[in-house]
């Protein structure tokens, strides 16, 4: 009867509470979830639409002092063997590649490097948006905020409002994993806390900055700390309304310590059931963020095609290189041509957008009319009506 009740809620366009999430995620068979995140989805977004962005994940540094449980990517600042910061020159041949194939963003995340400071990131955004004026900056993350505060010595405020007068656009989510101080003692001690993550978010929104939102999920945390976790984020969105998106994905275990760790003590990981479940659970939950994206970097291409009937209405990135997540060995470059495919797969209409999730279709002419109107009868039951772009 409770579920029945909170279903019927979700219908009717109203907001659940956590303790209704924990209910829905725990309670309510698959397909039900994928009935009530669709709708929700599709109340958000009515044109049968959904999008991606061609971009670069770029990390100049892979050199980091955090040691995160979970990370294969890293070196330590003593190992010169796997360590290294790119050099300008590297820097400038990987924007251009992205520039050459349509792309419009460069996202830029890495290690907390111990010697690079606030001045060495303004010089490389300066001359970044110097070269290429148009190229969108979707950089750093919260915890790469609050290191450069402490090696620079100033607050994470002024760290934010000197990258931004360099070129930084918008953030990305990243390093949130669960904000849950619990989980994150066991998974990243040394990383920014649960309250510094929010507040550097808040504050890169009073700034104008757009961000993301992220949850990696499926290790040590319970189903409860995800919930947290997404009320937390709910919250900030209710004060500053300033993310773009969420995205959440399965811990991937492979090469790093808290996987083998795992492994040994029996844990399996998340099956792609858990990651429909979660990813619903946040599209009903998240009443105001208007897109999540699906993640077929860890969940493979045709887990994140499901996805869109899950709640997402985004398929990521074309993402020229994915160095973080590829060390684990799960590497999946999804070409455009296929991102399409699967798009239209689910009955849907893809369209390449930028980082305010405007559409931009760069690559080539929008879709003819009757093209559209064929795939909306197909997801939707009725015809589409084309609307030019959605923010
Ligand atoms: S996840 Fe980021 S902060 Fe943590 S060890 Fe890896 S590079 Fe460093």
């Known amino acids: 009867m409770e579920l029945q009740e909170t279903a019927a809620k979700v219908l009717r366009g109203e907001r659940i509470t956590p303790a209704e999430?924990?209910?829905?995620?725990?309670?309510?068979?698959l397909a039900t979830l994928?009935?009530?995140?669709?709708?929700?989805?599709?109340r958000k977004h009515p044109q049968p639409v959904v999008s991606y962005i061609i971009d670069r994940n770029l990390n100049p540094t892979n050199v980091c002092v955090t040691d995160c449980g979970f990370c294969a990517f890293y070196a330590k600042p003593q190992d010169q063997e796997k360590g290294y910061v790119l050099d300008r020159e590297t820097i400038y041949r990987k924007v251009q590649e992205t520039v050459d194939v349509g792309g419009v963003q460069i996202l830029m995340q890495g290690g907390h490097h111990p010697r690079l400071d606030t001045g060495w990131f303004e010089e490389l955004f300066r001359d970044l948006k110097q070269r290429w004026p148009d190229l969108h900056l979707h950089a750093m993350s919260p915890p790469?905020?609050?290191?450069?505060?402490?090696?620079?010595?100033?607050?994470?405020?002024?760290?934010?409002?000197?990258l931004q007068a360099a070129g930084m656009d918008s953030m990305p989510g990243g390093g949130a994993e669960i904000l849950v101080e619990s989980v994150r003692e066991k998974i990243a001690p040394r990383k920014a806390t649960t309250e510094e993550w929010l507040r550097v978010m808040e504050e890169a929104h009073g700034l104008g900055m757009r961000t993301t939102a992220t949850m990696m999920?499926?290790?040590?945390?319970?189903?409860a700390d995800r919930i947290e976790h997404l009320d937390r984020l709910r919250q900030v969105q209710d004060r500053t309304g300033g993310f773009t998106a969420f995205i959440d994905w399965?811990?991937?275990?492979?090469?790093?310590?808290?996987?083998?760790?795992?492994?040994?003590e029996g844990w399996s990981k998340s099956s792609h059931a858990e990651y429909f479940r979660t990813t619903a659970v946040a599209r009903i939950f998240l009443d105001n963020l208007d897109n999540l994206q699906a993640s077929f970097v860890t969940q493979g291409a045709e887990?994140?095609?499901?996805?869109?009937?899950?709640?997402?209405?985004?398929?990521?990135?074309?993402?020229?290189?994915?160095?973080?997540v590829s060390s684990a060995g799960c590497f999946e470059l999804v070409a455009v041509a296929e991102i399409e495919r699967r798009i239209r797969e689910a009955g849907f209409a893809?369209?390449?957008?930028?980082q305010r999730y405007q559409?931009?279709?760069?690559?080539?002419?929008?879709?003819?009319?009757?093209?559209l109107e064929q795939v909306g009868a197909a997801a939707t039951g009725r015809g589409a009506r084309w609307v030019g772009a959605k923010g």
Do not use: K, Y
Not at 252 to 262: A, C, F, H, S, T
């Open 217 to 223: 999920f499926g290790h040590v945390e319970t189903v």
């Open 359 to 371: 559409i931009i279709d760069r690559r080539g002419p929008a879709p003819l009319e009757g093209e």
């Open 144 to 162: 790469e905020i609050v290191h450069l505060s402490h090696v620079s010595r100033i607050s994470t405020r002024e760290v934010l409002r000197r």
């Open 34 to 42: 994928g009935l009530l995140a669709d709708e929700v989805r599709r």
């Open 303 to 324: 887990a994140a095609t499901l996805a869109l009937r899950m709640g997402c209405n985004d398929f990521g990135s074309a993402m020229l290189e994915e160095n973080v």
């Open 250 to 264: 399965t811990f991937q275990p492979g090469d790093n310590p808290l996987g083998d760790e795992l492994l040994a």
């Open 350 to 354: 893809p369209r390449q957008r930028n």
């Open 21 to 29: 999430a924990l209910l829905l995620h725990q309670r309510a068979d």
